[in-house]
């Protein structure tokens, strides 16, 4: 592949030797959804998927700088956007926590059919309730790692409480997440309600990974301690010290791709 110039999310940086394309593939719906694949120069000793935090994409400076920490490191990596954000099609308020988990089986298949299974999962925020979710579902999977991760789903109902009423009356209603507006529909409401994470958690039967911030303000740390008592073994916990919640210092993002990339050393020759 040619060398490719990264988003302006993560300006500054290009690729020696090694490739990024964009890709598309469908989800369940039929609905086209956009990705990136980062490649390293040569055969890759690994294929990482990566899932973006809540109303985020692939470009965000996390997920870029995590991809190409991981493809300097020989990890290909495919991040793309779910249903309704970024570049993908489709409604954001017709979806919810169970299609953003489809949306990663749609990714894996799509791997799987035009290159490898996919061996490593890694979520941001959300993203990450949401891979340790489809992992039971993923065979090929050996590894899944989470950064800044809600413990339960349903924690982002704090983003738009004061408008639940609103929704549960109207069936939807426009909040603002980030200083932007997105349309939360009932049925986002109904279905992080309908997950019961400590039985995913219990049941995952692959190696844990699990990163967080004791200074996240928005998912704070207690989550992380909820999740690695409800996980068996074999779990690892990295305290990411002084980093925010959106890995906005490029050495936060680096330091986890670095640990990531040795953590899978182990995982992926078991």
């Not at 940086?13 to 598309?24: F, H, K, N, Q």
């Not at 994409?57 to 920490?69: E, M, V």
């Amino acid at each position: 592949m040619d060398n490719w110039e990264y988003p302006a999310t993560d300006a500054g940086w290009v690729s020696s030797g090694m490739g990024s394309e964009r890709i598309t593939f469908e989800n369940d719906e039929g609905q086209t959804l956009a990705g990136r694949l980062d490649t390293p120069g040569g055969d890759p000793r690994g294929l990482a998927l990566f899932a973006h935090c809540f109303t985020c994409s692939k470009d965000t400076l996390a997920a870029s700088r995590i991809a190409r920490g991981l493809v300097d490191r020989g990890v290909a990596v495919l991040r793309f956007d779910f249903t309704g954000l970024g570049e993908s099609e489709g409604d954001f308020d017709a979806t919810c926590f169970a299609s953003n988990v489809r949306d990663l089986l749609s990714a894996c298949d799509w791997l799987t059919a035009h290159h490898a299974p996919v061996d490593l999962l890694i979520g941001h925020s959300l993203g990450g309730a949401a891979v340790v979710s489809a992992a039971g579902q993923m065979a090929s999977v050996k590894g899944v790692a989470t950064i800044g991760a809600p413990a339960d789903p349903a924690h982002v109902r704090h983003l738009f409480e004061a408008h639940v009423q609103e929704i549960e009356r109207e069936g939807s209603a426009e909040v603002s997440i980030g200083g932007r507006p997105f349309r939360i529909g009932k049925a986002f409401i109904d279905d992080l309600d309908a997950h019961d994470p400590k039985d995913v958690l219990r049941s995952l039967k692959r190696p844990l990974m699990i990163f967080h911030s004791p200074l996240d303000s928005i998912v704070g740390v207690e989550n992380a301690a909820q999740m690695f008592e409800w996980a068996m073994h074999p779990k690892s916990f990295i305290s990411l010290d002084r980093a925010d919640h959106m890995l906005s210092d490029r050495k936060d993002a680096d330091f986890v791709a670095t640990m990531i990339a040795a953590w899978s050393e182990r995982v992926l020759n078991d």
